[in-house]
């Protein structure tokens, strides 16, 4: 059993020693009732958390600092004079378990903040929703089924009488023609322009009498007769010189 238990049990009987028998529930009732109207808003925990924080940081700031002051003493004095260096040393040691100590408290104050911090949220959430569903129940209650069915009945009714409004002014109105007749008539149409077709096409052209040009001679017979014509003139003119 740790000190602080064993303070705390000693603390709790000498307590209860001391305390008189009668009228023991009443005055634990009006306690009860007193922590219970004397009990802080979540706001103000927080704020509690947050400055208990705050100091802490600053408790772990100077613990280092002292920390980094005893290791440099230890250091010059270590050759010197070993037992400054080693009170040094001690002192370090401490200033450690202390930083360990403020490293855990910090988790867990951090953890109970985040928690109220959580637990406050859901409690304006919930406060909220339910805020919400008072107002949903009465919208509600203003509400009458059987008008709601009235309601869609006419809404029903008067889109038909629309469809059929827009039925009657969508169809065609002045002279009508019967579809049959006019096909009839169009093939008829068609019948006398195949007709007149066929007649264009019994008309065949004559067959022309005159006779066709000669195919042009070829080059190489071009040059024969044109090597012929020189040859003659060359004799010609040998004859008469």
Do not use: C
Request: charged fraction near 30%; charge should be neutral.
């Amino acid at each position: 059993m740790s000190k602080i238990s064993k303070l705390f049990k000693v603390s709790s009987s000498s307590s209860s020693s001391s305390r008189p028998s009668s009228g023991s529930s009443s005055g634990s009732s009006t306690r009860s009732k007193h922590r219970s109207r004397s009990s802080p808003s979540p706001q103000e925990a927080i704020n509690r958390l947050r400055e208990t924080e705050a100091m802490l940081t600053k408790k772990q700031e100077y613990l280092e600092s002292r920390i980094e002051q005893e290791l440099t003493i230890a250091k010059k004095n270590g050759s010197k004079n070993k037992r400054a260096a080693l009170q040094a040393l001690k002192r370090k040691k401490r200033f450690e378990q202390q930083l360990t100590q403020i490293d855990g408290t910090l988790s867990t104050i951090e953890f109970q903040r985040e928690a109220l911090e959580n637990a406050t949220t859901n409690t304006e959430v919930l406060k909220n929703m339910g805020y919400a569903a008072k107002a949903i129940k009465g919208v509600h209650q203003n509400i009458d089924l059987d008008k709601i069915d009235s309601l869609m009945q006419d809404i029903t009714e008067q889109q038909e009488v629309a469809q059929e409004i827009s039925d009657a002014i969508s169809k065609p109105f002045g002279d009508q023609f019967d579809e049959d007749e006019l096909l009839a008539e169009l093939a008829e149409l068609e019948q006398e322009e195949l007709e007149e077709s066929m007649k264009n096409m019994g008309r065949l052209p004559s067959v022309p009498t005159s006779k066709l040009p000669s195919a042009r001679p070829s080059h190489r017979a071009t040059s024969k007769k044109r090597v012929e014509d020189e040859h003659d003139m060359k004799r010609l003119a040998a004859w008469a010189s």
